[in-house]
């Protein structure tokens, strides 16, 4: 799932090159996935996300949830929280 953040103004708040009052820092990030009842956090080292710069036609940065959900009895969630 690739996700961009703006603000009212249409500045992108994923830009690690701007410093908006509301811009998200990716070392900020944190993605718990619930796998089998237990908590696993992930991070960019994990592949659990990735930063992704402007190409082609797109003018913002996006991030990259990767959501991976293996085939189980129990369902995974992701949660992401800033």
């Keep these: 799932m690739d996700?961009?953040?703006l603000d009212e103004n249409n500045n992108d708040l994923l830009d690690p090159g701007k410093d908006f009052p509301e811009?998200?820092?990716v070392s900020?990030?944190?993605v718990t996935r619930i796998i089998d009842g237990e908590e696993?956090?992930?991070n960019m080292s994990t592949?659990?996300?990735l930063l992704l710069?402007?190409?082609g036609?797109?003018?913002n940065y996006s991030l990259r949830l990767f959501l991976g959900i293996p085939k189980r009895e129990n369902p995974v969630s992701n949660?992401?929280?800033r």
């Design 3 to 5: 996700i961009i953040v």
């Design 23 to 25: 811009s998200v820092k």
């Design 28 to 30: 900020d990030i944190s």
């Design 40 to 42: 696993v956090i992930v």
């Design 47 to 49: 592949k659990g996300y």
């Design 53 to 55: 710069p402007p190409e």
């Design 57 to 59: 036609n797109f003018k």
């Design 79 to 81: 949660t992401m929280e």
